[in-house]
């Protein structure tokens, strides 16, 4: 019976796949599942066959079946932002090249496999578990002994994909922004003052651009930041690694929670953009355990203080949450004065970087005149009822965090000083604010993706941990399977928590490109040039220092309140009626049959000489 199945699925396999990617539908897809359990489940009734060539084909065959159904998965959820179920999907992602190498992938897997179950076998030593556990337990060793070097690997690794996939574009919404400010930085090094940052001058914690400044004399910072953040996810996993031996762990401990914190989906949705914040987490891991080592005899002032000084200069989540844990310390254990200084330097971080004191200022024109906009990128209001509340902030919060709630209630000992003190302001700042926004002063979404740092260490038992994967991914799915139909639960920035991802700063990669040549249009034709936040980024790029694009929530309206020359960059078409109203001569350029995504450039105040322009490929 089981070498009759084998066949089957040796010739449904391949037809199942190539009519999912000629037609794909969520039936096809749960049949394919099927195959994918099926030949598992037969592997795992050959598991006492006797160890032989055939063995390791079919044992390779599993492996590199699952694998391209992982990195299928990987397409079609993850590296496209797809809001896809991740059994029944109707599409394996609209990046179709990589989609095709992934599913003849999990072919070859499915019928090497089935292959080499299929021919004869006896039982006998070593069998196939001998073999397979051996090997295993080989890979843990390695593992565990070289734990640094494997988690920064396994990290850079699987975030370099999505880079190689979307090349030359970025990932990440604020990813462009970032290596617009290097290549700003690079003309003028203005680390301690203002640089300009989505529209507006804004003084930036400079950490990451010092490290990288020297760097883009020699490469492209185009090129720097297609690496920079699969860097800094590798280092995040080192980083915990680390705290969590200082926290006492034992390594093989210790591994596993830092695997779990590097590719948790909350943590890997930092890596997508916020590159300065993964840098304060960095910092803020390796104070947290000097910290630990400091209070437990090994005095570390003078490294405490370097770790406070590089933490505040590298994110204002580090720079606050070292502040308040060394103030904690100072307020309930220890009344020596060192400890009320070090925290001062992160309050001085935070007035300085905008957290308490918002310089980020800009000016927004409407109708009614100019006037000016100060904001913070740890401050936020929402009007928001407490209802509302419930399900658009808390709910998201409880869905991301409950697989890492659930290991850290099973912890027993008493928590480190630290980490109880982190979790405790987290909860502090987040909790209020997802209860009530519209009275909030803090970026609630941004604190809460702070929550694994103190979470992940209270997980410390192997077999919760090793469940808390399967928890985090069904978790996923079904926020992936509800988001179209309750969308409410997911809105706006919450779904930073949930769905982890923003595939590109624009929507696809045309709108990128069009972007990015209207910057340069931009950059060589006089004039005003008014935008949104997305098209800015690329716009960015190409125009040094943006001192000639105004970017705007609302682009048309703030176009037509300004004077002079000026351009309104948009990928949407504006109705024949509006373009009238621009100036005689304005015209609808190109035509939006059979276009995807173009970028028009209305001259909404023209002069006689120039009254439109078209981007083209």
Known sequence: MKRILAFISMIVSPILIAYQLARPTGFVDVLL????IWITAHFALEIDRKWSSSSLMSLLGVLLAWAGRGLLIFNYVVLTGGVF?????????????PADAYAIIMLAGMEMAEYSLSLSGSKGHPSIKDELMGGLKSIAEFAIAHDYLVIFTAAFLV???????????FVGYDTPEYAATLMDYALKPTFFTYTWWYGGPSILPPLLYMFLYPLSFAVSPWIIFKFVNPALLGFMGVAMDYALKRLGMERGEAFIGATLFTFYPTTYSISWELSRNMLGIIFLLLTIAEFERHIKGERKWGMLAILAILSTLAHQTSATLTALLFLSYFAVKDRNPRWLMLGLVGVMGDIVYTNFAPLHVALMHTTTGVSVSVSSPLTESRSVIFTQALSQYLGPLLV?????????????????????????????????AALAPAYSFVQWWRWSLMLPVALVPLSTKPKFLAAAFAVAFMLLDIAWTWAPIVPSLFPGDSTLLVQGTYARACTVVPTERYAYEAGLYADTHNGTYVTDYCT???????DRF??????????????????????????????????????????????????????????????????????TS
């Open 33 to 36: 599942w099927l195959v994918l």
């Open 85 to 97: 179920p991740l059994i029944g999907t109707n599409s394996w992602g609209y990046l179709r090249q």
């Open 400 to 432: 991301a965090m409950w697989p890492l709630i659930l290991l850290a209630s099973h912890y027993r000992r008493r928590p480190p000083f630290s980490i109880a003190a982190v979790l405790l302001w987290l909860l502090i700042i987040t909790l209020p």
């Open 546 to 615: 943006g001192h000639n694009i105004v970017v705007s929530y609302d682009p048309q309206q703030t176009a037509e309140a300004l004077n002079g020359t000026v351009y309104l960059v948009t990928d949407q078409v504006i109705n024949a009626t509006k373009v009238t109203q621009f100036g005689t001569g304005v015209t609808l350029l190109p035509d939006a049959g059979g276009t995807a995504y173009p970028i028009y450039i209305y001259q909404v105040k023209p002069n006689a000489s120039d009254t439109h322009v078209q981007l």
């Open 159 to 169: 975030r370099l994909i999505p880079e190689i996939v979307t090349w030359p574009w």
């Open 536 to 542: 800015y980024t690329f716009m960015h790029l190409a």
